[in-house]
């Protein structure tokens, strides 16, 4: 059986018991497939609407990007509200992204009400890698203020960054309070005890191999079947081997991320002394944070194949050390990477296929929507799906090439971007 992938988030996860695997027949209401932010979240809001849910987990409980990720949370969607009114009208813009920014409060009250322990911290950087993506940052602030009268994030002009992260390489930036970071393993940790108090069964090691779609809808695993009204399919960037049309909808892309050895305490708050998460502007970006115990929790770099590099560490080194001068030498207690599922135009997948829901393709911003998923999945089987096609009718289509050709073309395109990352 497979434990959490070795990192700092593991090293430091809150206690969580062992679920069974299944090995009977079972029914409910709803079967979720996948036991990350999404299917945590979709079983978690059914069964407070008063469904019996049964969630499937093939290995653990945010063995995947839910438990390796940067742990920030960014308000919006990945597309700017400037491109959303482009190419869909303000009208339609303004509702998804009304929509969108529920995300998190929605995160925030689930922390609250259920007391999960996960270092939440508020505030969200945006840095400017070129001028002109500061001035974009402009526009996109003024759009927004416009259409939905958002007041929670202000321009950061060049001066004032060193109020938000002590590094010479940006010419200003976007601050965003509603947005913020944590621990995720500790988040989808904490999402699963809730789920459970509400009366989800969990079964870990207990991987989906098919499901029909009918009424009802049969999820079959090794060791049992689960019959139920609904499903979900929350697989993200193994959707593809339960329901290969969708897997076509992303691709998998490999992030990697180090946590160093805890800084002095004055060392740390002189890093960033905003407290909040940082990211830059790049399409292949530098992300990172520090957590409770002043480590800096840095993700960097570019990698295009599944396999990870030798040497993790010294991959990462230096884009941290590029950022940050002053940290040259300094020790790397932890280092791992994961997989994320990216869609073609980098706007989440929603959609439904007879009696199940799924919701994937989450492109850098599954933190805060995955919640959002799991609300309107749970909405939709009530009755009320608004919400939900509202997004499920935004465009997506597969990445081209088929399967021998999809891996190519997508690293023809991502060296593309990165290339022009750096004129």
């Known amino acids: 059986m497979e434990a959490h992938a070795p990192s700092y988030y593991a090293a430091s996860a809150n206690p969580f018991p062992a679920q069974p695997q299944l090995r ?31 969630l499937l987990e093939a290995r653990q409980i ?13 308000p919006g969607l990945r597309w700017s509200a400037v491109d959303l009114a482009e190419k869909f009208g303000e009208d339609r813009a303004r509702k998804l992204l009304g929509i969108a920014n529920t995300a998190g409060d929605l995160v925030r009250s689930r922390i609250a009400r259920h007391g999960i322990a996960c270092d939440l911290r508020d505030g969200h950087f945006l840095a400017a890698a070129k001028p002109a993506h500061l001035e974009d940052m402009r526009r996109e602030l003024a759009l927004l203020q416009r259409l939905l009268g958002y007041d929670s994030a202000r321009i950061v002009e060049r001066g004032e960054v060193g109020r938000y992260v002590a590094s010479e390489t940006y ?4 601050f965003d309070a509603a947005g913020g970071h944590l621990h995720p393993l500790n988040y989808a940790l904490g999402l699963a005890g809730a789920a459970l108090a ?24 090794g060791g049992g079947r689960v019959t139920a009204k609904f499903a979900v399919m929350a697989c993200d960037v193994e959707m593809g081997t339960l329901e290969p049309p969708l897997g076509r909808m992303t691709m998998p892309v490999a992030n990697y991320n ?38 800096l929790i840095f993700g960097g770099g570019e990698k295009y194949s599944p396999a990870p590099p030798p040497d993790i560490a010294g991959f990462v080194r230096p884009y941290l050390e590029n950022v940050f001068p002053q940290l040259a030498g300094i020790g790397i207690d932890y280092s791992w990477g994961g997989l994320v599922g990216v869609s073609l135009n980098r706007l989440p997948q929603f959609g439904r296929i007879g009696n199940s829901f799924y919701a994937h393709g989450w492109s850098g911003h599954g933190v805060l929507l995955t919640a ?22 935004l465009p997506g289509r597969p990445f081209p090439g088929g399967p021998l050709l999809r891996h190519p073309l ?6 593309w971007f990165a290339l022009k990352d750096r004129l």
């Open 171 to 174: 010419h200003g930036g976007y």
């Open 24 to 54: 009977s027949d079972v029914q409910a209401d709803v079967v979720v497939i996948g036991g990350g932010y999404a299917g945590l979240s979709a079983a978690l809001h059914a069964a407070e609407a008063g469904f019996s849910v049964v």
């Open 410 to 415: 997508y690293v023809a395109g991502m060296l």
């Open 372 to 393: 959002l998923a799991g609300q309107m999945i749970a909405e939709a089987m009530q009755g009320t799906a608004e919400r939900f096609d509202l997004f499920a009718n």
């Open 258 to 295: 180090v946590g160093t050895v805890p800084l002095d305490p004055l060392l740390a708050a002189s890093l960033i002394p905003s407290g909040a998460a940082i990211a830059d502007s790049r399409f292949v970006l530098n992300y990172y944070r520090l957590s409770a115990d002043k480590r």
């Open 198 to 221: 509400a009366g989800v069964r969990i079964f870990e090691h207990s991987a989906a191999v098919s499901l029909d779609h009918g009424t009802p809808v049969i999820a079959v695993t």
């Open 62 to 74: 945010g063995w995947g990007a839910s438990g390796r990720n940067g742990g920030q949370m960014i």
